[in-house]
């Protein structure tokens, strides 16, 4: 079973649980407490991490999944947290097989963005990742005839789900219990450690779990869970939702990503070719909550009217489906637009908030979270290079059963949606693919 992640490890690990002491626990399996559990592995501290669903169930699989600097941050002059996205960017493009280069036009003319500006923006953009390069203008050929122009400038892409997952099997192989599908439902603070009671979902057991420290990493739910727990953050948070839709790109081709602004209300939108689907997002809109609700249909139409002035007429019956992730984010501003994406940690005596915060930026914010809980355990922690990812997929001839054992799945759509993530890039794939993994689960001896 060395190496193995499963189902099986999973029960077995769970049955211990309760005589286990842990150095910190995670509350949350998204990127943010993915990346914490890599890193803190990575330095042999007795971890574990609890996610009420999949890992990487929430905001985590329903971003852009960009890996970029903020082109746009520039503009609010932001230029330190631009450098840091950046080198964060090239980390991941150099060392992560699974972050890609992607090539974006970003329109200049009518309804778009002035030629000036964006030439000195992406000469200040390359400058800040350490090129020295002056953007060349493209007249249009590509686009609608408003268009007179646009630049080409490159970021990166990934899987945002098999970034979560791969940081999650790299901290397990490094020492940290990773459960999906438990329910983090009590939380007690003793005098010198904390007690969490845990709710697991497949066997409806509640399991107490003693550790030193507690992380709350529970992205837009972190503060209902400070308030619900009394483990209270000094900061306010506001949860903004962002939907994309999904074409199919042999109905509406693009070579390169494309970086428009909504002729409604001027917003910044994406549109993004990846494997045989593109998707067009997103949207910024205030919410109460953090648990997801059905995409509106005002916000599709936004979307599909915005993108139009790019790609013609949108047939909305050609759309594949939608997603959405809600964000974390730090501040009070009333524009979800203008609040800051950065993160914030804060430390009440052994129990670490943190909030907010990007996919891009997620090893600088556990690299934080690590030196903070070095001081409180008073032991020294190497940050330099960490987290770093120590698990690849490689090539399986059977690649459901190498995942069924390698990366803990206990349903057949944490495969379809986020191992796989075939719901989202090879929608033609998921029936034939659905039945396939639960033959194979059930095969496998799992109860689906
Ligand atoms: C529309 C949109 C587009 C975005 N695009 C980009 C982009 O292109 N690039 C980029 O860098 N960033 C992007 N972001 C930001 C990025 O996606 C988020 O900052 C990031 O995913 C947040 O991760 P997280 O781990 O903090 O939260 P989450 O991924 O939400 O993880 C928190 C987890 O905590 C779990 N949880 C909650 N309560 C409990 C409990 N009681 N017990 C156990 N587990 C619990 C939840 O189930 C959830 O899985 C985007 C965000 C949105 C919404």
């Keep these: ?42 330095n042999n ?3 574990v991490l609890f996610e009420k669903n999949d890992f990487a169930s929430g905001t985590s699989s329903g971003s852009s999944k960009l890996i970029h600097g903020g082109l746009r941050y520039l503009q609010q002059g932001r230029i330190f947290e631009v450098r840091r996205l950046l080198k964060e960017r090239d980390y991941l493009l150099k060392n992560v097989d699974i972050v ?31 090129k020295f390069e002056i953007p060349k203008y493209n007249h249009n050929v590509r686009y609608n005839k408003n268009i007179s122009g646009y630049y080409t400038y490159s970021d990166g892409i990934t899987v945002d789900s098999k970034l979560v997952i791969y940081n999650i099997v790299s901290a397990k192989k490094h020492g940290c219990k990773c459960f999906n599908y438990c329910e983090v439902v009590g939380i007690n603070k003793l005098s010198d450690n904390i007690s969490l009671s845990v709710n697991d979902a497949n066997s409806g057991k509640t399991t107490t779990v003693k550790s030193r420290i507690l992380i709350n990493a529970s992205g837009p739910w972190a503060l209902n869970i400070a308030r619900k727990f009394n483990i209270k953050p000094d900061i306010s948070m506001k949860l903004s939702m962002g939907i994309h839709i999904v074409l199919p790109r042999e109905k509406y081709p693009a070579e390169n990503a494309i970086v428009f602004r909504s002729i409604i209300d001027g917003r910044q939108l994406f549109l993004i070719p990846t494997g045989e689907i593109i998707y067009i997002g997103t949207t910024d809109k205030f919410v ?9 249909n005002e916000d599709i139409n936004y979307l599909i009217k915005s993108a139009e002035y790019i790609t013609g007429h949108i047939d909305i ?12 984010l730090i501040g009070k501003s009333k524009d979800p637009g203008k609040i800051s994406r950065d993160f914030h940690i804060s430390v009440n005596e052994n129990i670490i908030n943190v909030l907010g915060g990007k996919l891009t930026d997620y090893r600088y914010a556990s690299r934080k979270v ?3 809980v070095g001081r409180i355990l008073n032991k020294k922690i190497t940050i ?34 986020r191992r796989d993530a075939f719901r989202i890039y090879c929608p033609h794939k998921v029936d034939s693919m659905e039945k396939q993994i639960i033959d194979e689960m059930r095969g496998e001896g799992m109860q689906i």
């Design 45 to 47: 501290i007795k971890t």
């Design 370 to 372: 690590a030196r903070k």
């Design 100 to 130: 890609k280069t992607l090539n974006f036009d970003i329109l200049i003319g009518k309804s778009m963005w002035n030629k000036y500006k964006i030439k000195f923006g992406l000469f200040l953009y390359n400058l800040l990742a350490g």
């Design 317 to 328: 019956n050609d759309i594949l489906f939608s997603f959405s992730g809600i964000r974390p």
């Design 1 to 42: 079973m060395e190496n193995e992640f499963s189902f099986r490890t999973r029960e077995l690990e769970l049955a211990s649980l309760e005589r286990d002491y842990f150095e910190v626990a995670i509350i949350g399996g998204g990127i943010t407490g993915a990346g914490i559990a890599n890193i803190l592995a990575e």
């Design 384 to 417: 330099r290079n960490y987290p770093y990812i120590d698990y690849a997929r490689g090539k399986h001839g059977d690649m459901i059963k190498y995942e069924i054992y390698h990366e803990c799945p206990m349903k057949p759509d944490d495969i379809l949606r």
């Design 288 to 296: 109460d909550s953090p648990e997801y609700k059905n995409v509106e």
